[in-house]
């Protein structure tokens, strides 16, 4: 069984995104297994429920090919969280998404979360790597 947020934070943080866009099991298991069923997140403003964010991860299971994970902070302090952390994601058809997140939650008694308060910072879009490595190639120069 997985540890819960309140029990390792920094493991739910790099699971729970991998099991929810990754794994072969329901969404809904995966979001349970770290979140209450009344779970709330305002993100950047906007209040995402449980199923609202579990029907984020059909398109993310469909168009997500890589996540990677900095983690910069984290703390667990009673039934409170807090998180700094970097997110690039790898889409099949686009740029790489590089984003910050300052992530702020609250635990219920079990340990899953039942709320969170994040707020992120998109980085310039950068490209894949295929368009990267094609752009770093050196051109022979045709000046004589």
Request: no cysteine; aromatic share 6%.
């Amino acid at each position: 069984m997985n540890a819960t947020p309140a029990e390792d934070l920094a493991g739910y943080l790099r699971d729970y995104p991998t099991e929810a866009v990754f794994g072969e099991e329901p969404a809904e298991l995966a979001f349970d297994r770290y979140h209450v069923p009344a779970f709330e997140q305002l993100n950047d403003g906007i209040l995402l429920d449980r199923e609202r964010l579990i029907a984020h991860t059909g398109p993310a299971r469909k168009n997500v090919t890589a996540l990677t994970l900095d983690i910069h902070d984290t703390l667990v302090q009673g039934n409170h969280v807090a998180a700094r952390y970097t997110l690039r994601t790898t889409m099949r058809k686009g740029p790489v998404l590089v984003s910050t997140i300052w992530m702020f939650g609250e635990l219920a008694p079990d340990g899953r979360l039942r709320r969170i308060v994040s707020t992120s910072r998109t980085e310039p879009v950068q490209e894949p790597a295929t368009a990267q490595a094609a752009a770093d190639r050196i051109t022979p120069s045709t000046a004589g």
